[in-house]
């Protein structure tokens, strides 16, 4: 019984629940061409679907941003909905019995209350491996996508140069190319 409810949760996950994914992939569809009022309800949309309140908080954030052209914090708060969303997820799993899921939960509790920084980095990093497996709720295309918006997340994060003079510039362009991402 708890397979068949892992099963359908995978599913959803896939179809509907992991709503960055579907957050880049609109990013990737908006032309310049197209009404932008046209975009902002369809990331609208994608806002209403996302099931966990404090993921749905960071991908209203980053829609918030990209309107604006503050593409930088959009790319930092599309991060943050991935790490919240898949936390989420890893709850419901572990509400099923999943025991990789609670050793996962357990892991990420342990770093957090230690303030071991430099772990919960790691955690965030593998984030897009362990969404593939052990759980496969994600393809390998997917993988790759996401392990690039960790890239794109760290450079606008954090003070990164690009050289002496140039700061890191995140752009239109760079949401729109780095969200090749498919369901």
């Known amino acids: ?9 995978a599913r959803n996950f896939r ?7 579907s957050i880049l992939n609109k990013w990737q569809k908006i032309s310049r061409s197209q009404i932008m009022y046209e975009a902002f309800i369809d990331l609208d949309e994608l806002i209403v679907r996302c099931r966990d309140k404090q993921a749905r908080k960071f991908i209203k954030e980053a829609v918030a941003c990209y309107r604006v052209g503050a593409y930088r914090s959009c790319i930092v708060a599309t991060w943050n909905a991935v790490v919240f969303d898949f936390l989420h997820k890893l709850r ?6 999943d025991k990789e899921a609670s050793k996962l939960l357990e892991q990420f509790e342990k770093l957090s209350s230690e303030n071991d920084v430099r772990g919960l ?8 491996k362990k969404a593939l497996k052990p759980f496969e709720l ?4 997917e993988m790759s ?18 050289s002496l003079e140039e700061p890191f510039e995140a752009t239109a362009e760079l949401l729109l190319s780095r969200s090749k991402i498919t369901y």
């Open 1 to 9: 019984m708890a397979e068949v409810k892992a099963v359908a949760i």
């Open 138 to 141: 994600i393809s390998n295309v």
């Open 92 to 97: 419901e799993l572990e509400l099923l019995g």
């Open 15 to 21: 179809m509907c629940g992991y709503t960055w994914v």
């Open 121 to 128: 980095w790691q955690f965030e990093k593998d984030i897009p």
């Open 145 to 162: 996508d996401i392990e690039r918006l960790f890239e794109d997340r760290s450079r606008c994060a954090h003070p990164s140069m690009t």
